[in-house]
């Protein structure tokens, strides 16, 4: 594995920026060395929980584990460790006061409650590697063309509180890093997890250089919605092919309209049929030709796309890793048919 870095020129001159920048992403060198479609991951994306606690934490060590057995990981070089999301950077979009309490342990039991984990240093570590990869894929992305974490897509956190098993959200974080320091103009975020990108939509909603699009079904949680810039609700029960319709109905629209500088994907696979908190019916297969479908109508147009796992909550923790590296096969497949 290699460390995070990568060249691109800074576009803020500010000192406070530039220190920022290094001490996050490293000084600029060499993400033209790394062979492969790029996989950012990194072991603390995994920390423990109580027994018996509902959230499969387990699934990101899955993720690697099968992107190694079935040869989308070929090369140490191919696979890039991000570092800890930077308090500074997190606050692009999170009030100082909600991190402050987060990250030293200071939130009530209620505001716990409500993200579904008990407050614990590991689980801070986790979200904040969690973030850092989110943030390293896309402009791992911007610089290569197309690059996948292994994990990602809290969209249900807000600027001043988390819920919903998303404590800080990456997306967010990621998408207003690349307008803050003027790599990207405009980005899209196309979240196809099952349930709305609800914390998004909220932090973008008065954002004309960040465009939100959610297709989710309508009876699930959030019970409570927010605006994005485009929702598209689907019906509970409904399977691949009306699924692909609704897809095919807007995608491509949306993609000529806005013409983003980058698409960050969310890939959640709690569409499936066999998801414990999905009310859809996708396969597996299904599950690719969607992901194929978002990757080749992106890259097609010349538009670098960042990929993260997403939703996934099937009991089965073999299946679950399994199916979250659908995505990663359908980039390799891109990767390769586009050579990039
Ligand atoms: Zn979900």
Redesign the pocket.
């Known amino acids: 594995m290699v460390s995070a870095s990568y060249s691109w020129p800074i576009f803020l001159g500010k000192p406070w920026f530039k220190l920022l920048h290094r001490k996050f992403l490293g000084e600029p060198t060499q993400f033209k060395n790394i062979q492969n479609l790029p996989i950012v991951h990194h072991y603390g994306y995994v920390c423990d929980l109580p027994p018996g606690h509902r959230f499969p934490m387990k699934k990101f060590h899955k993720v690697y584990d099968f992107l190694c057995s079935s040869g989308i990981v070929t090369k140490h070089s191919q696979v890039i460790m991000p570092n800890k999301i930077e308090k500074s950077v997190a606050s692009l979009v999170h009030t100082d006061d909600y991190l402050d309490k987060f990250f030293s342990g200071s939130t009530s039991t209620e505001e716990q409650r409500v993200t579904g984990f008990n407050w614990t240093s590991h689980l801070v570590d986790r979200v904040r590697y969690e973030s850092g990869g989110t943030l390293l894929t896309t402009v791992l992305a911007m610089d290569r063309g197309l690059a996948c974490s292994t994990a990602g897509g809290t969209h249900h956190a807000f600027p001043e509180r988390g819920t919903g098993y998303c404590l800080l959200n990456d997306l967010a974080i990621a998408a207003q890093f690349l307008i803050t320091t003027g790599k990207a103009r405009r980005v899209l975020i196309v979240d196809l997890?099952?349930?709305q990108g609800d914390g998004t939509a909220f932090i973008f909603k008065n954002l004309e250089t960040v465009f939100t699009f959610s297709m989710h079904c309508g009876r699930n949680f959030p019970f409570r919605k927010q605006e994005s810039d485009l929702d598209v609700e689907l019906r509970e029960g409904i399977g691949d092919k009306e699924y692909m319709s609704s897809l095919t109905d807007y995608l491509p629209d949306v993609l000529q309209s806005f013409n983003p500088d980058i698409v960050i994907y969310d890939a959640?696979v709690?569409t499936h049929a066999e998801d414990n908190?999905?009310k859809l019916k996708m396969t597996d297969e299904g599950l690719f030709k969607r992901d194929l479908f978002v990757l080749t109508n992106v890259i097609n147009r010349g538009i670098p796309c960042a990929t993260v796992i997403?939703?996934g909550y099937c009991q089965d923790i073999d299946k679950l890793g399994k199916r979250h590296t659908i995505i990663h096969h359908a980039a390799l497949k891109v990767w390769k048919q586009k050579g990039l």
Do not use: I, K
């Open positions: 997890d099952v349930h959640g709690d908190l999905g997403g939703g």
